[in-house]
T-cell receptor, first 114, second 113 residues
Framework: KAGVTQTPRYLIKTRGQQVTLSCSPI?????VSWYQQTPGQGLQFLFE???????NKGNFPGRFSGRQFSNSRSEMNVSTLELGDSALYLC?????????????FGPGTRLTVT | SQELEQSPQSLIVQEGKNLTINCTSS?????LYWYKQKYGEGLIFLMM?????EEKSHEKITAKLDEKKQQSSLHITASQPSHAGIYLC?????????????FGKGTKLTVNP
């Protein structure tokens, strides 16, 4: 099976712009979670989608949003980018998103905001 | 405060030495995961522990879960340069009736040849 894929791998944006990141989970996986990783805060949970519904949400401002499509692919959007949004954005997938499964991570998208 | 504390934050060892990384939770654990990350890349799954006292091994890496202490340890025997990277523990913790997957800040391991 192909692993979790994320596009693009690298992105440079200007403050105030918006950005959309994409994640394709492993075939058969219906749960997709998004994380932000920065040197200072580590890996922070953004949100989780299961069967096109947001099931959990972390403590991030409303500028961060996401969605999931019927084929389980997911996108996350960040509007009005700030310098502090520069980070590695990781998505992870699992079949059901329960505590009995280890999530599989993608390679990440490195976002730089200038 | 961090829900999962990892120690040490960084570790430099000589090739061939053994080492241990610890992960402690401030809340009830439902599942504990260990991942390895090369700088700027995705997380590679190592092991999952679910029951108290559970111990798993893969090649030279062993992980244990102490449910009572809400703690897990990752032990590497006879370290090699290929073991270098950032080790992260993740756990499903109780969050007011629901479960949330959280991660520690990671332990950066350097193995000198």
């Amino acid at each position: 099976k192909a692993g979790v894929t994320q596009t693009p791998r690298y992105l440079i944006k200007t403050r105030g712009q918006q950005v959309t990141l994409s994640c394709s989970p492993i075939s058969g996986h219906r749960s997709v979670s998004w994380y932000q990783q920065t040197p200072g805060q580590g890996l922070q949970f953004l949100f989780e989608y299961f069967s096109e519904t947001q099931r959990n949400k972390g403590n991030f401002p409303g500028r961060f949003s996401g969605r999931q499509f019927s084929n389980s692919r997911s996108e996350m959007n960040v509007s009005t980018l700030e310098l502090g949004d520069s980070a590695l954005y990781l998505c992870a997938s699992s079949v059901y998103g329960t505590s009995r499964e280890a999530p599989h991570f993608g390679p990440g998208t490195r976002l730089t905001v200038t | 405060s961090q829900e999962l504390e990892q120690s040490p934050q960084s570790l430099i060892v000589q090739e061939g030495k053994n080492l241990t990384i610890n992960c402690t939770s401030s809340k009830t654990l439902y599942g504990l995961y260990w991942y390895k990350q090369k700088y700027g890349e995705g997380l590679i799954f190592l092991m999952m522990l679910q029951k108290g006292g559970e111990e798993k091994s893969h090649e030279k890496i062993t992980a244990k879960l102490d449910e009572k202490k809400q703690q897990s340890s990752l032990h590497i025997t006879a370290s090699q340069p290929s073991h270098a990277g950032i080790y992260l523990c993740g756990a499903d913790i109780d969050q007011g009736g629901s479960e949330k997957l959280v991660f520690g800040k990671g332990t950066k391991l350097t193995v000198n040849p």
